[in-house]
């Protein structure tokens, strides 16, 4: 699965000491552009986390695998990067690091010329 958005936090790196040795992890928040914009959580693991080089206001697709856990009744959901990709264009960053609005097309307006029933 893919998602398109806008860098807008990078959280600290998260280091631990497991079964099967270090690991890293390192969660930033995506904001996908739309009229209703959401915000998603995706972690990047080990090497990863150096290999896309992310930066507030990046504007990046990544490459997901969603994956959910019971833990005591309750249920975990994490989006997991395995794939960063920076994009340009259509999604360029201003100055201030906010997506930059595509334009909604233009409303309709009623003409009086106009002979539609509807």
Known sequence: ??????????????????????????EFILETPSQYPKKVCISLWGDRIDQAALQKGDAVTASIDLESREYNGRWYTEARAWKVEKTGGAMAASAGGQAVATPLPPTFTEDAEDDLPF
């Not at 893919?2 to 690991?23: F, H, L, P």
């Open 1 to 26: 699965m893919e998602i398109s958005g806008t860098v807008i936090d990078i959280m600290a790196e998260v280091n631990g000491q497991g079964k099967n040795g270090m690991w890293r992890k390192q």
